[in-house]
């Protein structure tokens, strides 16, 4: 039978021949193309670290660890190939950014970005993680090192309350994690801290009919509280942590009762719940 190649193709053919070309073996090839482009290879030498991929089962259980989900803003220090940005994108739905100081590198991830069709969520800088402002994350990834990390942390602790930081392999010294996220694959781990409000002073803390008050003295290390003892005019702190800007409580009063207290801090204060009574505390001089 004579096909004749001037016949157009019907309309209703058009959907099936783009499905046909996106599982073509050109399409499935993409991200090879990208790696023969590229020739990015892991191990290879950055500005301040090598650059080492992340498994992809530790790159999920750092997300989810995190608790991603549409409504983030994830960026990622010292993104190399973008497999988190990228993983954060596809997988979650976030909006996604990779910080990379390497070109090449940044390039690879742009063309993995194409290949996997997340480009409308998932971008990357080439930039200097130390000269570059990433305060509007709600989640921070990176994959750096301990003296790095170490160097990062007064920026990570200057950012919003709650904003989840995950850290591939490296701590950040003498403040300890929220919670260790273990991955068989592989022997590797990673360390997820929620960034705590900043609540250390003194505070005074009123009952809305101003029938009673107390003061009390937070020491704050981190995400953990205490307080001097207790006293006859403060409270002290038997223990206490920060999450975010939600805290929890073991207060005791003047004459040694023990009482759990809830609170969040709103603005410039804290609102609090103290054996069923609603507390408004505000600061005074640190």
């Known amino acids: ?52 991929a992340t498994i992809d089962q530790l790159v999920t259980a750092m997300l989810r660890a995190a608790k991603v989900t549409n409504a983030d803003r994830v960026i990622d220090l010292g993104s190399g ?42 971008s990357f800088k080439q930039a200097d993680i130390f000269a570059t402002d990433f305060s509007d994350a709600t989640v921070l990834t990176l994959y750096l090192s301990p003296s790095i990390n170490l160097k990062l942390r007064p920026t990570i602790l200057n950012m919003r309350p709650g904003t989840r930081v995950v850290s591939n392999s490296f701590d950040m010294a003498d403040w300890q994690p929220d919670q260790l996220i273990e991955s068989e694959i592989g022997n590797t781990r990673a360390f997820l801290w929620i960034v705590p409000a900043k609540v250390n002073g003194d505070w005074t803390f009123t009952d809305p009919a101003r029938r009673s ?44 009762t023990a009482v759990a207290m809830k609170g969040r801090v709103a603005g410039d204060g804290i609102e609090a719940e103290v054996g069923g009574e609603r507390y408004l505390g505000v600061r005074g001089k640190e």
């Open 1 to 52: 039978m004579k096909i004749d190649s001037t016949r157009q193709i019907p309309r209703v053919c058009l959907p099936l021949l783009f499905l046909i070309v996106l599982s073509s073996p050109a399409h499935a090839q993409s991200r090879t193309r990208c790696e023969q482009q590229f020739q990015a290879r892991s191990g290879q030498p950055g500005k301040d670290v090598m650059w080492v």
């Open 81 to 122: 190939d973008g497999k988190i940005p990228i993983a954060a994108a596809k997988q979650f739905g976030a909006r996604a950014l990779g910080i990379e100081y390497n070109p090449s590198l940044v390039q690879l991830a742009e063309c993995y970005a194409r290949a996997e069709h997340v480009t409308h969520k998932a």
């Open 213 to 256: 008050t107390f003061t009390l003295a937070l020491d704050q290390e981190f995400q953990n509280l205490r307080s001097t003892p207790a006293s006859a005019s403060r409270w002290g702190v038997r223990q206490g942590r920060v999450n975010g800007s939600a805290l929890e409580l073991t207060v005791v009063a003047g004459d040694g």
